[in-house]
């Protein structure tokens, strides 16, 4: 069973950066692709990034592109996010996902690729 726990959410001014933390239990953490998602209240959940389980590979939406990194420590089995130049819009419930091998036929970016999901943490920016 894996077990996935964001952590790292709170209250941010427009601007500002943020570092969310998604801890994992699965023994076999690198071979995971790894990815974030978020919901805004009211909104559809939409890919914000991910990254390939050896980390030399990364994807990014579009929304966030240029200001979120993803990273990832396989040996504290954890991935990050780090958020900067926050925008209001950036609000919502941010969720951590793991994709299991064996791989689907679905891309990265789409939330039928993974298999296992975090509670999710709130991460609100203010203007």
């Known amino acids: 069973q894996v077990q996935l726990v964001e952590s790292g959410g709170g209250l941010v001014q427009a601007g500002g950066s943020l570092r969310l933390s998604c801890a994992v239990s699965?023994?076999?953490?690198?071979?995971?692709?790894m990815g974030w998602f978020r919901q805004a209240h009211g909104k559809e959940r939409e890919f914000v990034a991910a990254i390939w389980w050896s980390g030399s590979s990364t994807n990014s939406g579009d929304s966030v592109k240029g200001r979120f990194i993803i990273s990832r420590d396989n040996a504290k089995s954890t991935v990050y996010l780090q958020m900067n130049s926050l925008k209001p819009e950036d609000t919502g419930v941010y969720y951590c996902a793991a994709d299991l091998p064996p791989w689907r036929v679905v891309h990265i970016t789409a939330e039928g690729a993974y298999d296992y999901w975090g509670q999710g943490t709130q991460v609100t920016v203010s203007s």
């Open positions: 699965g023994r076999t953490f690198s071979s995971y692709r």
